[in-house]
T-cell receptor, first 116, second 110 residues
Framework: DAGITQSPRHKVTETGTPVTLRCHQT?????MYWYRQDPGHGLRLIHY???????DKGEVSDGYSVSRSKTEDFLLTLESATSSQTSVYFC???????????????FGQGTRLTVV | QKEVEQNSGPLSVPEGAIASLNCTYS??????FFWYRQYSGKSPELIMS????GDKEDGRFTAQLNKASQYVSLLIRDSQPSDSATYLC??????????FGIGTKLQVIP
């Protein structure tokens, strides 16, 4: 299995509180991603990173911020959690040899977040 | 119109039969296509990637791509109960930003 660890694996938090999810990789892959997965919507990209301090938005980035200060760590922060952010969050990594192409992504185990 | 369309299923097939999973996409510029398998409560894992028109076979799995019709399919031969999972079609319309379909749930009946 690719060396990707998400923490925490489960979290319950209250509306309005900030929450940070961590993704740690040991593969030295350049690209890291945060997705959320919801019934009826599938996997949707929140943010991704293509290098240290280099990040970009995905299709559902509102209410989320990210940071990548080291190659191995990619943090996802919910600035003020809402019930609509209750979801399963997956981190993924990839390492394309050609930035114009795409290679397979390897996924972490997921974090189940419940906002009450 | 969603960028990647899949029927959510469930698709039920008897053990030993061929399961056919289908996916259409909207962006004609897409270059890379993937099939992921996701067991309930687990993370997605890649089972096939395809980049050019035609068929690509790997064991019991065959991926088919038709860019003119914007259509990708996955065939699973000799389906086994262990193949029961949700199969996610993924496409990259813009490099490094992969878009997933909602997934098709496959049930293989013993």
């Amino acid at each position: 299995d690719a060396g990707i660890t998400q923490s925490p694996r489960h979290k319950v938090t209250e509306t309005g509180t900030p929450v940070t999810l961590r993704c740690h990789q040991t593969e030295n892959h350049r690209y890291m991603y945060w997705y959320r997965q919801d019934p009826g919507h599938g996997l949707r990209l929140i943010h991704y990173s293509y290098g240290v301090k280099d990040t970009d938005k995905g299709e559902v980035s509102d209410g989320y911020s990210v940071s990548r200060s080291k190659t191995e760590d990619f943090l996802l922060t919910l600035e003020s959690a809402t019930s609509s952010q209750t979801s399963v969050y997956f981190c993924a990594i990839s390492d394309p040899t050609d930035p114009r192409a795409n290679t397979e992504a390897f996924f972490g185990q997921g974090t189940r977040l419940t906002v009450v | 119109q969603k960028e990647v369309e899949q029927n959510s299923g469930p698709l039920s097939v008897p053990e030993g039969a061929i399961a056919s999973l289908n996916c259409t996409y909207s962006d004609r510029g897409s270059q890379s296509f993937f099939w992921y398998r996701q067991y309930s409560g687990k993370s997605p894992e890649l089972i096939m990637s395809i980049y050019s028109n035609g068929d690509k076979e790997d064991g019991r799995f065959t991926a088919q791509l038709n860019k003119a019709s914007q259509y990708v399919s996955l065939l699973i031969r000799d389906s086994q109960p262990s193949d029961s999972a949700t199969y996610l079609c993924a496409v990259n319309p813009i490099y490094q930003k992969v878009t997933f379909g909602i997934g098709t749930k496959l049930q293989v009946i013993p």
